[in-house]
């Protein structure tokens, strides 16, 4: 079985600065997805960011981008020039075959004015 | 936004009373799921199903059943709700054929109060 492990609770960033939260996974599949979902206040699950497995090449989208260590089993989360509207809690997601998620426990992030 | 239309959005019932939420789908996605969200677990998986009437046990599915008898209903029972069933519960759904990204799409949840 699967598991996603992300080690910080919270963490708080003043606006316009960088934050980089963490993700750890343990998987014996070789192919796999790996997803940063946002939950602001509304309590919808947002798709910020994917990553294929397969693909070496760190995935961007806008402000968010990953880190993807593939042997290390890592998938980090930066968010660059942060905004209020980027106050959520962000869970890192896990995907092999059967399209079934296996979700972290969420980073809970703040952003500061 | 995909089409996925939760109820109730929020119930609050008493222990040992049955209590069925619904997820209804207007994309046509064959692959439908339920999750619980809690404090420190984020969401886990309770059911999931792959087609009408093709439904299997996630990893938390003990007090739980499901039923899905068309594309676009399915259907989570608490056949005898207790506390530790309070959660927020989401309905999401998937369709590889449609897009083969692995990407889920949520429902806005459905927040449950077992008394």
């Known amino acids: 079985a699967q598991t996603v492990t992300q080690s910080q609770p919270e963490m708080s960033v003043q606006e316009a600065e960088t934050v980089t939260l963490s993700c750890t996974y343990d998987t014996s599949e070789n192919n796999y997805y790996l997803f940063w979902y946002k939950q602001p206040p509304s309590r919808q699950m947002i798709l910020v960011i994917r990553q294929e497995a397969y693909k070496q090449q760190n995935a961007t989208e806008n402000r968010f981008s990953v880190n993807f260590q593939k042997a290390a089993k890592s998938f980090s989360l930066k968010i660059s020039d942060s905004q209020l509207g980027d106050t959520a809690m962000y869970f890192c997601a896990f995907e092999a075959a059967g399209n079934k998620l296996t979700f972290g426990g969420g980073t809970r992030v703040l952003v500061k004015p | ?115």
């Open chain 2, 1 to 115: 936004d995909a089409g996925i239309t939760q109820s109730p959005r929020h119930k609050v019932t008493e222990t040992g009373t049955p209590v069925t939420l619904r997820c209804h789908q207007t994309e046509n996605h064959r692959y439908m799921y339920w999750y619980r969200q809690d404090p420190g677990h984020g969401l886990r998986l309770i059911h999931y199903s792959y087609g009408v009437k093709d439904t299997d046990k996630g990893e938390v599915s003990d007090g739980y059943s499901v039923s899905r008898s068309k594309t676009e209903d399915f259907l989570l029972t608490l056949e005898s709700a207790t506390s530790s069933q309070t959660s927020v519960y989401f309905c999401a759904i998937s369709d590889p054929l449609v897009a083969n990204t692995g990407e889920l799409f949520f429902g806005e949840g459905s927040r449950l109060t077992v008394l």
